[in-house]
């Protein structure tokens, strides 16, 4: 047998940093707020190119500056020469539109402009968007429950929902702190986190389930200890591939695919620890035993 | 779990064959020898433009409730109902009527046969309108399928009207779908600057001729501003001609001033009645109306009864060519707006998807030496296994004509993480199963019959979470929703079947040396 790595006698310890990450993302998420692109808060962004030497980000800044856009923000996006602008003006009617936009842009310039990209979202569809988003994750989220319910046992379900809340919880605050961007592929990237935590933690789940009916007598700390240590090198070699693959969109994905792929290199390395550290000691708590399961054992 | 049966095998690799085998078209071009189907890039991927279009129905239910008036006043009437106090506003007609006449409305309204004011909407079950008494005043309202039903008729109008303008204009491609119960969703591959046609959306274009009069006469007059000049005219709310009377309409020079006009041409209803009127009004003048804007307002020297006629109004030609295709194409029923927009340029359509398929293909060959540099020769045979996987990923999607994002390229992403991760959960498990076993059989025919319900419980968890967001999510989260899903199942199928069948050749050939993994 492999050395074999204590982590029961950690859980105390992991817990209380987790409670307190995830008090932190809290806090942060309430107080600091979060960065809604324009798919939840509505409004306009738009991505361009210029061909000019000359045209630095303040000049880009100024050029929309005096069109009564409501709040504007600026920032270099990849390559030199590449904006991104974003303002608040969720509606045209009448005469300011898009295009009167775009020309008023090209002369105050004074250079060729390449617009890449133009997304409008108005109010009503903004606030929908979100709604829909939240509907769809918490769905995804009660089926994978169930599922796991009648799989496993209720106190599993416990286990891994609260896991994924740490999880989720944690990456958003973390976008809290850092100001990223929260916009439609990031909903994409939190449900992703969530598979992949819930996938981390049915793999553990699954072999304390074995190895009660194997062990009946050993504590479920201990079988939770062996558990851990069977599936590591599976933990770590899985992790270590998906993260091999998400660095690679981080780095060559391109402007558009890295807040996701940031998203989800967070979300890897936490859903790994979560798997080990909150879904197994909860286990622990509930005081799991060979008899929770030997009930599912008889229906089988 | 280590034995296969010949049909087995045979059938493993037929599906995998004819499954993978639609993916060729996407790498090489077929001349549509036999199969010509691609993947169909997202709009993100491939430029273009998506618009998302309301219907704002609250004018035509207005429409309709005061086109409910002149015959519910005829009908009180004839049945000799005295009423007072008749109010029409936004949402509700409103009138008194004595106690006891209340019965004897209620009668002829709430009939279900033959009531030309009160349809009875037979697949809702239910009246068209609505009605309260209190303190006998009537008031009446749309009833919720009444609304339901005229808006339904809205978008299916709108969606129709929609159509033929962005085919006049001449996109490839164009897609438009309803969405939800008031929406419009236009989707035109290769747009640029979508201005033109939101402009060509936003009007309804709804024209008219009437007779610019003094007096107000039957119908009633509205006051305009005629368009390019200070002169208010008065035009009688008769309307002699409509949009629906023109069969066609192009755009032309005027032979003597040169002016961009727009040329007319009417059906035989509309020549007669343009005929008629013309001739009765000579030196009078005709406002020509379009969306509640006097354009013009010629004075009628002759009478036009050939059934052609001009309209000219100061346009550019440009104006003339959009005028004329937006009265070919029908009135909307009532104005659309942009509730959201995204539009894509090609180049960087272009970058997007450069930048998406090198880092998949950067992701897929890091996986790959590392899975070669743990497992060796096993790592070889999870190779084959996730090549096979992504070739049939690709080929169902091709086969579905699924639509490929850049959300749906991190899903393919996320499926090789799965699908390596089934790999190394079944030699993981082998490994152990080695460790305790004596016979190499019997090790790997453990380890694979554990390991598979360990993988089995996980794909099949990530398969519900992304099938309901297929289901529910919008945008990017479907895109991202239909390549894991698809991705979930080709990954079940060859980790349950090619792996453990390459492993089996492996395990069988070397039965009685020591293997390690």
């Given at each position: 047998m492999k050395k074999k790595y204590n982590f029961e006698s950690r859980f105390k310890l992991a817990n209380t940093a987790s409670i307190l990450l995830v008090i932190g993302s809290l806090l942060l998420i309430f107080f600091k707020g979060l960065n809604f692109g324009i798919d939840f808060k509505g409004g306009t962004l738009i991505e361009l190119r210029v061909?000019?030497?000359?045209?630095g980000i303040s000049d880009v800044r100024s050029s929309f500056?005096?069109?009564?856009?409501?709040d504007i923000n600026v920032k270099e996006f990849g390559k030199k020469g590449d904006y991104l602008i974003k303002f608040e003006k969720k509606t045209f009617n009448g005469d300011s539109n898009i295009r009167t936009i775009k020309e008023n842009v090209k002369n105050t310039l004074q250079a060729e402009v390449n617009f890449r990209r133009v997304e409008n979202v108005g109010p009503k569809v903004s606030e929908e968007l979100l709604s829909s988003g939240l509907l769809a994750i918490s769905l995804a989220l009660g089926a994978m429950l169930f599922y796991i319910w009648v799989r496993f046992e209720w106190q599993f379900s416990v286990g891994s929902i609260l896991a994924i809340f740490h999880d989720v919880l944690i990456t958003i605050g973390l976008f809290s702190l850092l100001s990223l961007e929260i916009n439609l592929s990031i909903v994409a990237a939190v449900l992703t986190i969530v598979g992949y935590s819930m996938n981390d933690t049915v793999v553990i789940y699954d072999r304390i389930r074995e190895n009660l009916s194997k062990f009946s007598s050993v504590k479920i700390g201990e079988i939770s200890n062996i558990s851990i240590n069977e599936t590591l090198s599976r933990t770590i070699i899985t992790s270590l591939t998906t993260l091999l693959a998400l660095t690679s969109i981080f780095v060559l994905g391109g402007e558009i695919l890295r807040g996701f792929a940031l998203a989800m290199i967070i979300g890897v390395i936490i859903g790994t620890y979560s798997s080990i550290f909150v879904a197994s000691p909860i286990l622990k708590y509930f005081n799991v035993s060979f008899k929770t399961i030997a009930k599912e054992k008889e229906n089988l | 779990m280590l034995n296969f049966s010949k049909t087995k095998i045979l059938s493993i690799y037929l599906i995998f064959l004819f499954v993978s085998i639609f993916s060729i078209s996407n790498f090489f071009d077929?001349?549509?020898?036999?199969f010509n189907k691609k993947i169909n890039l997202g709009l993100d991927l491939q430029g273009g433009s998506y618009l998302l279009l309301e219907v704002d129905s609250s004018s035509i239910e207005k429409r309709r409730l005061q086109s409910k008036v002149v015959p519910l006043k005829k009908k009180l009437n004839d049945s000799s109902i005295e009423f007072k106090n008749f109010i029409i506003s936004e949402k509700n007609i409103k009138f008194n009527l004595q106690k006891k006449d209340l019965e004897k409305f209620e009668i002829f309204f709430e009939?279900?046969?033959?009531n030309d004011i009160n349809n009875y909407l037979d697949q809702y079950n239910s009246f068209e309108l609505e009605h309260k008494i209190v303190n006998n005043q009537i008031n009446i309202y749309l009833s919720k399928y009444g609304v339901i039903k005229l808006r339904t008729a809205a978008v299916d109008q709108s969606i129709e009207i929609v159509r033929r303008r962005i085919d006049e204009i001449g996109t490839k491609e164009p897609s438009i779908l309803k969405r939800g119960s008031s929406r419009i969703l236009v989707e035109l591959p290769g747009v640029k600057d979508p201005e033109r046609i939101k402009e060509l959306l936003g009007k309804t274009a709804e024209l008219s001729f009437r007779l610019i009069t003094e007096e107000a006469g039957e119908f009633g007059s509205e006051k305009f501003l005629l368009q390019g000049t200070q002169e208010e005219i008065t035009a009688s709310k008769r309307i002699i001609l409509s949009g629906e009377n023109l069969i066609d309409a192009q755009p032309k020079y005027d032979n003597f001033n040169n002016e961009p006009i727009v040329a007319f041409s009417l059906d035989r209803l509309g020549s007669q009645r343009f005929g008629r009127t013309t001739s009765k009004n000579i030196g009078k003048r005709i406002a020509i109306i379009l969306d509640n804007e006097a354009i013009s307002a010629p004075v009628i020297?002759?009478?036009?009864?050939?059934g052609n006629g001009t309209i000219s109004g100061n346009f550019t030609f440009q104006g003339a060519t959009d005028l004329a295709l937006l009265l070919r194409s029908g009135a909307l029923p009532t104005p659309l707006t942009v509730v959201e927009e995204r539009t894509v340029g090609p180049d960087l359509g272009k970058d997007s998807i450069e930048a998406g398929v090198v880092s998949l293909i950067v992701g897929f060959l890091l996986v790959i030496v590392f899975m070669i540099f743990k497992y060796r020769s096993f790592g070889v045979i999870a190779n084959f296994s996730l090549i096979s996987n992504l070739l049939m990923l690709v080929g169902i999607l091709t086969l579905l004509e699924a639509t490929l994002t850049l959300p749906g390229i991190a899903g393919i992403i996320l499926t090789v993480g799965m699908a390596v991760d089934a790999n190394v959960l079944i030699f993981e498990r082998i490994k152990e199963e080695l460790a305790k076993e004596n016979s190499n059989i019997q090790a790997f025919d453990l380890g694979f019959k554990r390991s598979i319900v360990t993988i089995l419980d996980a794909n099949i968890t990530t398969l519900i979470a992304s099938v309901i967001l297929f289901i529910f999510g919008s945008g990017p989260v479907k895109g991202f929703a239909v390549t894991l899903s698809i991705g979930l199942i080709t990954t079940l199928f060859s980790a349950y079947f090619i792996s453990r069948h390459l492993t089996s050749m492996v395990v069988f050939k070397n039965k009685e040396k020591k293997i390690t993994i």
């Open positions: 061909d000019s030497s000359n045209v500056s005096n069109m009564n856009l409501g | 077929l001349n549509k020898i036999f009939d279900r046969k033959g020297r002759d009478a036009i009864t050939g």
